[in-house]
């Protein structure tokens, strides 16, 4: 079965720089139509799409993060690599990845990490 | 940049239904997604393409679309059924993702 779990520092001080790890299992990211993405959420708030790596090493950045944002993968270790440049404390959320099926006009996230609180204070 | 809006919330007693609508204007090009969230615990996808069911979601959820606007109907709601309920889509050409603004759904 496919499971997908995030890992990294759970507090970051301002201005510094986040990286994050999804290590997964049950499936290959070099299987075309695959991709992971990155989601979070701000405690008490909405979920927002950050970042997804496609199979063939496409990657796509949310417009608003793009400038802060990198997203690398390691085929071999089965892992994502999301790194976050300037940390600041409205930063602080629940950082999700999930596995993406994606296709002609499709993109979609059908599992998910359990999360990690990142919190940004000095 | 691309925005997708829910309502803040929507009450139903049990039994009803419950219909939970995302309003952007690239829904007309793009395929809406829905997610279940309930506290503590991560999102479930529950709707695909528009109103594609995956496996082990109940038939009580549906989705469909017209226009701008996608909507989430829960037929029969069941207390199980109270959590927190987003939509996602990409902008119009594709090139990323957005949630919509989230919807709360309480079970009187």
Redesign the interface.
């Known amino acids: 079965q496919i499971t997908l779990k995030e890992s990294g520092p759970t507090l970051v001080k301002p201005t510094q720089t986040l990286t994050l790890t999804c290590t997964f299992s049950g499936f290959s990211l070099s299987t075309s139509g695959v991709g992971v ?1 990155w ?1 979070r959420q701000p405690p008490g708030k ?4 950050l970042a ?1 790596i496609y199979w063939d090493d496409d990657k ?5 993060l793009k400038s802060r944002l990198t997203i690398t993968k390691d085929t071999s270790k089965n892992q994502v690599v999301l790194t976050m440049t300037n940390m600041d404390p409205v930063d602080t959320a629940t950082y ?1 990845c999930a596995h993406s ?1 994606t296709g002609p ?6 599992y ?4 990690t609180l990142v919190t940004v204070s000095s | 940049s691309y925005e997708l809006t829910q309502p803040p919330s929507v009450s139903v007693s049990p039994g009803q239904t419950a219909r939970i609508t995302c309003s952007g204007d690239a829904l007309p090009k793009q395929y809406a997604y829905w997610y279940q969230q309930k506290p503590g615990q991560a999102p479930v996808l529950v709707i695909y393409k528009d109103s594609e069911r995956p496996s082990g979601i109940p038939e009580r959820f549906s989705g469909s679309s017209s226009g701008t606007t996608v909507t989430l109907t829960i037929s029969g709601v069941q207390a199980e059924d109270e959590a927190d309920y987003y939509c996602q889509s990409a902008d119009s050409s594709g090139t990323y993702q957005v949630f919509g603004t989230g919807t709360k759904v309480t079970v009187l």
């Open positions: 993405g989601i909405a979920l927002e799409w997804l796509r950045y949310s417009p608003s999700y099926s006009a499709m993109v979609f996230f059908d998910w990490g359990q999360g």
